[in-house]
């Protein structure tokens, strides 16, 4: 039973089920991967381990303690998100109502990203006062089991806030387990970084992604099958998929890239414009990942492995394609669509990205054309 609600990362799992028989744990860890990978739901789980009042089961989840700690309401169990300011208008107590709400859907299911909008749209930090109430409190003592404080997102505390943490870092309380969690460990402090014992979540294996689409989320295999492919290893970006727009994204993602291998050069600026009338940043990060893995698909269908197609409903279309590309030229689209990902992340502007990557891309089709040609 133990650590069952994460997905994956067996051996992470038999890590923290050994120290813990052992009682070799690390006083503070820093968990750190891609989003949707298991890291929340690990540090959940290690807080069940240790407070749950079935020793054979270790986070059984069902008795009085697990059900508590789930609850956010045991007092060896502290879990922290960056949050946003209260606005002025707003009174405390909606505020910390749709905190408490946030923080309750994240432990429930830690593979979804937390959004405080529309109720509230500035921007989340770990502050100060979170670090300063969260010392006060270790200074209490709990009647028994384990204090396990979990920092998601510990790459949003701002600079004061992990000064402040470095204290209970050297010295935490005897039985105060600390596990911060990110996705860019290169944005926390080095002193914070160097007072953890840092644990990488590596990418989920497909099946493991589609069977917890199957079992969790209750979808058909065969969809599942195909998210799973999408996903990069990541559960939350498989479900990031999973809005009304999917088909429509797959659809735009073709049609430019459609243009692209023909060398349509007003399409592709007429598809690129149309796009940024439609989606934000989180929108293109989808389509990207979408194209992708059509790139990626052009690939399998050069090497004659058309057993591995992600966008195997799709087969015949991106047949029709895969004489326009091949070999480096393929390898070249991928890299750019990758490195516009990248860019995106930096919040490089999405007019620029987008038609830079148009034009890269039919740049690579160019440079297949003209190996052929004199091949």
């Not at 505020?95 to 309750?104: G, K, N, P, S, V």
């Not at 502050?127 to 003592?141: A, F, M, N, P």
């Not at 399409?267 to 059509?294: A, C, M, P, S, Y």
């Amino acid at each position: 039973m133990a650590f069952e609600q994460v997905f994956g990362q067996d051996k992470m799992k038999a890590f923290f089920l050994s120290a813990i028989r052992q009682e070799r744990l690390a006083h503070a860890y820093l968990f750190f991967g891609q989003a949707g990978v298991g890291k929340d739901a690990m540090a959940v789980g290690l807080g069940l381990a240790l407070n749950c009042e079935d020793a054979e089961k270790e986070g059984c989840g069902g008795c009085p303690a697990c059900r508590r700690i789930l609850r956010l309401e045991h007092p060896a169990f502290r879990f922290m998100l960056p949050v946003p300011a209260r606005p002025k208008a707003m009174k405390i107590e909606r505020y910390q109502e749709i905190i408490r709400e946030r923080y309750l859907a994240r432990v429930d299911n830690p593979y979804l990203p937390v959004s405080f909008s529309p109720e509230i749209s500035t921007l989340p930090v770990i502050g100060i006062d979170q670090i300063r109430q969260l010392k006060q409190e270790t200074r209490l003592r709990i009647a028994k089991g384990a204090r396990v404080i979990v920092l998601s997102h510990a790459e949003e505390m701002t600079v004061s806030a992990a000064n402040s943490l470095l204290k209970l870092l050297e010295e935490p309380p005897f039985g105060t387990y600390l596990v911060l969690t990110t996705e860019n460990p290169s944005r926390i402090l080095p002193t914070i970084l160097s007072r953890c014992q840092m644990l990488r979540f590596p990418p989920l294996d497909e099946e493991t992604v589609c069977r917890a689409l199957e079992t969790r989320w209750g979808m058909e295999t065969q969809k599942a099958k195909l998210l799973s492919r999408l996903s990069g290893g990541s559960i939350q970006k498989a479900l990031d998929f999973l809005d009304s727009e999917f088909e429509d994204r797959r659809e735009a993602a073709f049609r430019f890239l459609e243009a692209c291998c023909r060398g349509r050069r007003l399409q592709v600026f007429t598809e690129t414009d149309h796009l940024l009338n439609r989606w934000d940043k989180n929108g293109f990060l989808t389509w990207l990942v979408i194209l992708q893995g059509l790139l990626r698909d052009l690939m399998h269908l050069d090497a004659a492995a058309d057993q591995r197609l992600i966008h195997a409903d799709m087969g015949s279309r991106l047949r029709g394609l895969s004489g326009h590309w091949s070999g480096r030229g393929l390898e070249s689209a991928l890299r750019h669509t990758e490195q516009a990902i990248d860019l995106i992340g930096k919040n490089v502007y999405l007019n620029i990205i987008m038609h830079e990557l148009g034009s890269a891309l039919m740049r690579c089709r160019s440079e297949t054309a003209e190996r052929i040609h004199h091949g």
